[in-house]
């Protein structure tokens, strides 16, 4: 089983929609959880990290965190364009830091 | 300048040939990751340091060998290159504990 695993997508949601990114984890004593988008070619680049189960918001970006079903979850409000990214999941376990292999987001115009 | 520089950027070598990789760091961090990227599998840990005397291998080492030369720096080594090992590298800095990683630009090796 992997380590982390998320929906490969692709995901598709229209101009000003909610998009809804879902992770589930394995290692039930992973304290850290972190939200990185990757444009095309480029690095990825943190946009969010949680660490207590509930939500944590900044702007448009809301990280769920529930450790008893070990799922962690973005949601992205107001969707633009500019979102259209792969999102990565990534969670520290086992003293690592362990990826999932990304959802691809695009928003329509 | 960027925190976390790698070079080359892009790089195409022939099979059977050594190449380095090469990471640099300004951010201070303890720990160093070199990871590869493949279409539809994510990142995927090649080797991790912890500090410049400790070196581990990730999941998918083989073929692959690294030094850490000072705090600041991480270098990623394909001893003999083969076409399977074309990807994007990236290499990540974190500091100790469970927090967040910086990752470089990216080097795209192609190997023909």
């Known amino acids: 089983q992997k380590e982390v695993e998320q929906n490969s997508g692709p995901l598709s949601v229209p101009e000003g929609a909610i998009a809804s990114l879902n992770c589930t984890y394995s290692?039930?004593?992973?304290?850290?959880f972190f939200w990185y988008r990757q444009y095309s070619g480029k690095s990825p680049e943190l946009i969010m990290s949680?660490?207590?189960?509930g939500d944590k918001e900044d702007g448009r970006f809301t990280a769920q965190l529930n450790k008893a079903s070990q799922y962690v979850s973005l949601l992205i409000r107001d969707s633009q364009p500019s979102d259209s990214a792969t999102y990565l999941c990534?969670?520290?376990?086992?003293?690592?830091?362990?990826f999932g292999t990304g959802t691809r987001l695009t928003v329509i115009p | 300048d960027a925190d976390v520089t790698q070079t080359p950027r892009n790089r195409i070598t022939k099979t059977g040939k050594r190449i380095m990789l090469e990471c640099s760091q300004t951010?201070?961090?303890?720990?160093m990751y070199w990871y590869r990227q493949d279409p539809g599998l994510g990142l995927r840990l090649i080797y991790y340091s912890f500090d410049v005397k400790d070196i581990n291998k990730g999941e998918i080492s083989d073929g692959y060998s690294v030094s850490r030369q000072a705090q600041a720096k991480f270098s990623l080594s394909l001893e003999s290159a083969i076409p399977n090992q074309t990807a994007l590298y990236f290499c990540a800095t974190s500091s100790s504990g469970n927090t967040e990683a910086f990752f470089g630009q990216g080097t795209r090796l192609t190997v023909v």
């Open positions: 290692d039930r004593v992973s304290q850290s």
């Open positions: 990534a969670v520290i376990g086992a003293n690592n830091l362990f």
């Open positions: 951010k201070g961090h303890d720990r």
């Open positions: 949680i660490y207590s189960n």
